[in-house]
């Protein structure tokens, strides 16, 4: 898409994440694992959110829910 080329064009490809909402919605968790993984951090700090409470605080603010 053009929006991620521009942002190629900035940024190398390895300091990128791209997510779909969808994968957010339906695993919250294991998307807050892979940006620990992918920042370099330590995803045990995510470890006191349960499987629905990401969804409640992110899914709303991409759908308008």
């Known amino acids: 898409s053009a929006i991620l080329e521009r942002w190629l064009a900035v940024f190398p490809e390895e300091q990128l994440l791209t997510l779909v909402r ?20 330590d995803p045990a700090g995510f470890a006191g959110f349960s499987a629905s409470e990401p969804a409640e605080r992110v899914v709303p603010v991409l759908t308008g829910r």
Do not use: K, N, T
Request: aromatic content about 0%; some cysteine.
């Open 22 to 41: 969808d994968d957010i919605e339906a695993c919250p968790v294991g998307i807050l694992e892979g940006m620990a993984d992918h920042l370099a951090i």
